[in-house]
């Protein structure tokens, strides 16, 4: 999947993610941590998404990089287009 990827330079407890897309987006999509860049864990995933800013909150995971992964981009008959992250927030 296309995929947009913020290495946080350190591993932090992250409860928070905020991702506000540019003018494309994905209608299906998943937001993923890792601390080590082999193992994610995936703490949200959205389908028939419309655009808008999405935000979420969860426990903690101790996390070094965050991906947005785009699952459907675009393709025949679908809303959205070839995801682009105007603003991307992590929290601790």
């Known amino acids: 999947p296309w995929t947009y990827e913020v290495d946080l330079v350190d591993t932090v407890p992250v409860r928070r993610v905020k991702v506000t897309f540019g003018s494309a ?5 998943e937001i993923r941590l890792s601390k080590d860049h082999e ?3 995936t ?3 959205k389908a028939e998404h419309d655009g808008s800013p999405v935000e979420v909150s969860f426990e903690p ?3 070094r990089y965050v991906r947005v992964c785009g699952i459907k981009p675009d ?3 679908q ?3 070839q995801m682009s992250v ?3 927030e992590v929290y601790e």
């Open 75 to 77: 393709g025949p008959e």
């Open 79 to 81: 809303k959205g287009s």
């Open 43 to 45: 703490v949200v995933r």
């Open 25 to 29: 987006y994905a209608t299906e999509f």
């Open 86 to 88: 105007a603003e991307l």
């Open 61 to 63: 995971v101790e996390a």
């Open 39 to 41: 193992a994610w864990t």
